[in-house]
Antibody, heavy 121, light 113 residues
């Protein structure tokens, strides 16, 4: 079955960067996209974008495109999300989610457990 | 960005009764060339990640009980739980994937009355 394992919680200082990993198993990694989403306390879910597991093409939401980088390692079936210039309002639970492509859209059909990133001085 | 607005913010329903959640998008998410509504519904239980229930506005994801159903088109959508079970206590979110960034509603909390 589909399994997504994310890296552990991180505490970072303002201005630093964080890199979150998402190890996938139970499906053909290169046949799907990997979404990155986040959920800040008291805020609604936000989509940061996704990366194609096969060709590595990325799609970033405009809010994050200057600060976020998605990469993947197909041999390790692992996706990565790096967010730079961290601010206190980046404190959130960060999720990876498998994305399946249908009719030109990408549907997030299975989510990882989330990685808590806390930004604090 | 497309703004998704859900109503109500919370509701309490008796076991076995119907629960109805509404979702309104600030612009149409109906793609006319294929007549598909680019809208999904997720369920999130405490301490868990969201779980996909419905996509294309009305298609149930594999394994989702048939008491969950989705309806609507263009800008107005509904998630219905036909007979509420104790395990359905959760927050429910609608999401549009018509345009980037994909955006979510604020969530509706469903509780047992």
């Amino acid at each position: 079955q589909v399994h997504l394992v994310q890296s552990g919680a991180a505490v970072k200082k303002p201005g630093a960067s964080v890199k979150v990993s998402c190890k996938a198993s139970g499906y053909i990694f290169t046949n799907y996209e990997m979404y990155w989403m986040r959920q800040a306390p008291g805020q609604r879910l936000e989509c940061m974008g996704w990366i194609n597991g096969g060709n590595g093409n990325t799609k970033y939401s405009h809010k994050f495109q200057d600060r976020v980088t998605f990469t993947r390692d197909t041999s390790a079936t692992t996706s990565y999300m790096e967010l730079s210039s961290l601010r206190s309002d980046d404190t959130a639970l960060y999720y990876c989610a498998r994305g399946r492509s249908e009719f030109g859209a990408v549907i997030a059909d299975f989510w990882g457990p989330g990685t808590l990133v806390t930004v604090s001085s | 960005d497309i703004v998704m607005t859900q109503s109500p913010d919370s509701l309490a329903v008796s076991l076995g009764e119907r629960a109805t959640i509404n979702c309104k998008s600030s612009q149409s998410v109906l793609y006319r060339s294929n007549n598909k509504n680019y809208l999904s519904w997720y369920q999130q239980k405490p301490g868990q990640p969201p779980k996909l229930l419905i996509y294309w506005a009305s298609t149930r994801e594999s394994g989702v009980p048939d008491r969950f159903s989705g309806s609507g088109s263009a800008t107005d959508f509904t998630l219905t739980i036909s007979s509420l079970q104790a395990e359905d206590v959760a927050v429910y979110y609608c999401q549009q994937y018509y345009s980037t960034p994909q955006t979510f509603g604020q969530g509706t909390k469903v509780e047992i009355k």
